[in-house]
């Protein structure tokens, strides 16, 4: 089984992170909290898209004709 077609154990900090309690934060921790949430989800984003590129070029390598032209 690939790595990334693991389950992710109940406990990962993802999971931490949407459980925790907020009312101890005041309005400028939240505040710094979206900010760096923000930049986590755009570097997970670029990372998918990276992850996506890197197998459909995986796969074009391997459905490609050999090199004489005839089908595999």
């Not at 999971?15 to 909290?33: I, K, M, N």
């Not at 760096?36 to 996506?52: D, G, M, N, P, T």
Request: zero cysteines; glycine letters at 4%.
């Amino acid at each position: 089984m690939d790595e990334e077609d693991r389950p992710r154990r109940k406990g990962d900090l993802a999971s931490q992170l949407a459980g925790e309690v907020l009312d101890t934060y005041s309005r400028a921790e939240l505040d710094a909290r979206i900010a760096l949430l923000k930049q986590e989800i755009e570097r997970v984003i670029a990372h998918r898209e990276r992850a996506s590129a890197h197998r459909a070029a995986a796969e074009a390598l391997f459905r490609s004709s050999p090199p004489d032209g005839t089908p595999r």
